[in-house]
């Protein structure tokens, strides 16, 4: 099966910094990328996805990368707000609807 | 907005208890699923549904069984609750058709005394 791996585990940056996680899979026939903002308390909100026949999108201050030769994608938050520090999930999906998940990243921005 | 409801947010059992967990989303979605969610590892697919009375098997789902008698609901259950099914459990559904974004409940802290 598919297997998804992301970093880092956690994630410290300054308010107003950038901050980019990395998360690679294993399965070439994966072709959905979905990523996920978990606050706490709250359960995981889809925040941006990418489809495979694209290799960049943006919405505001979020992009995602995707890299389909080398199996990898990667959200990145520009000028990063108090309000981004949360749990962040990726996720590859194939066309079983089945998704797999990576193993989170626990951002915090410092003010 | 879609809308996915778990019936509890915290929840505490005995050993060897039968433990059911609900489900409920309002979109009509044909797709719904459990995952349990621990630190470290992730989220974890447990079961899911792709109709009414039809289930397949995730990762994880020894211990576990899963009920659909309608669209909207989808119910997990212990058959006798052990502590090591002490964990956050959350449900989601999606549309079917192609790759489509799962939205998630809040999840339910289920702990095993």
């Known amino acids: 099966g598919e297997n998804v791996e992301q970093h880092p585990s956690t994630l410290s940056v300054q308010e107003g910094d950038s901050a980019v996680i990395k998360c690679t899979y294993s399965?070439?026939?994966?072709?959905?990328f979905p990523w996920y903002k978990q606050e706490l308390g709250k359960g995981p909100q889809l925040i941006i996805d990418?489809?495979?026949?694209?290799g960049e999108k943006k919405d505001q201050r979020i992009a995602v990368t995707l890299n389909k030769t080398a199996k990898h994608f990667s959200l990145h938050i520009t000028e990063t707000q108090p309000e981004d520090s949360a749990v962040y999930f990726c996720?590859?999906?194939?066309?079983?609807?089945?998704?797999?998940f990576g193993t989170g990243t626990s951002l915090t921005v410092i003010p | 907005d879609v809308k996915v409801t778990q019936s509890s947010r915290y929840l505490v059992k005995r050993t060897g208890e039968k433990v059911f967990l609900e489900c409920v989303q309002d979109?009509?979605?044909?797709?719904m699923f459990w995952y349990r969610q621990d630190p470290g590892l992730g989220l974890r697919l447990i079961y899911f549904?792709?109709?009414?009375?039809?289930?397949e098997k995730g990762d994880i789902p020894e211990g576990y069984s899963v009920s659909r008698e309608k669209k909207e609901r989808f119910s997990l259950i212990l058959e006798s609750a052990s502590t090591n099914q002490t964990s956050m459990y959350l449900c989601?559904?999606?549309?079917?058709?192609?790759?489509?974004?799962?939205?998630f409940g809040d999840g339910t802290r289920l702990s095993i005394l």
């Open positions: 979109m009509d979605h044909e797709n």
């Open positions: 989601a559904s999606s549309w079917s058709v192609g790759n489509q974004p799962q939205h």
């Open positions: 996720a590859a999906s194939g066309t079983g609807n089945q998704f797999y």
């Open positions: 990418i489809r495979s026949n694209v």
């Open positions: 399965d070439s026939a994966s072709n959905y």
């Open positions: 549904s792709y109709d009414v009375k039809m289930k």
